[in-house]
């Protein structure tokens, strides 16, 4: 009785281990995701009219085309056949939970770039126009008699009132010493 239990067990906990495994004629996630990656940009590419004809809509047909197009170049950029990557997708299509893994490691991806696109936006506008980032509106202003920023300040027809501001305290000077 013990030992058909012991079996049992040694036998579940093999088959867990090799759960999370994709066989060797399957794609690894990390590289599915970039071939994944790139189809679905050059998806959106084929869509995209030239640069001339900006108001032109791309026809299905136009669009099918370029697409087929745009997936072989993927294909032999990434060193893989139609029947490797067909036999990858139906593999990961079969297991949803490892394809939902690979969406999710494509999203954190595009995510990433997003943000470095972002940040590398705000610094070139930073360095073009260094107001533009700061925390409050481009109306405030930075008064050459004190050095922090004094924001909502009125303006006048004839300019900036002041008179609201406190006065400005007397320069102590040290007495030379003899």
Do not use: W
Request: charged content about 30%.
């Amino acid at each position: 009785m013990y030992r058909i239990i012991a079996v049992c067990l040694v036998l579940l906990i093999t088959a867990c281990g090799g759960a999370d495994k994709v066989p060797k004629d399957v794609l690894p996630k990390e590289k599915m995701r970039d071939v994944l990656l790139d189809m679905n940009l050059a998806d959106s590419y084929s869509g995209m009219a030239d640069d001339e004809q900006a108001n032109v809509i791309i026809s299905d047909s136009v669009r099918k085309q370029r697409a087929k197009v745009y997936y072989r170049q993927i294909l032999d950029l990434h060193k893989l056949t139609p029947a490797e990557f067909k036999r990858s997708y139906a593999y990961y299509e079969s297991h949803p939970n490892k394809f939902k893994e690979v969406y999710d490691m494509m999203f954190a991806s595009i995510t990433n770039e997003k943000n470095m696109l972002d940040l590398n936006l705000k610094r070139k506008e930073y360095v073009t126009n260094r107001r533009s980032l700061l925390p409050v509106n481009n109306n405030s202003l930075i008064s050459g008699e004190q050095d922090t920023l004094i924001p909502f300040v009125k303006k006048n027809k004839r300019g900036i009132n002041f008179d609201h501001l406190p006065p400005k305290p007397p320069l102590k000077l040290a007495k030379p010493r003899s």
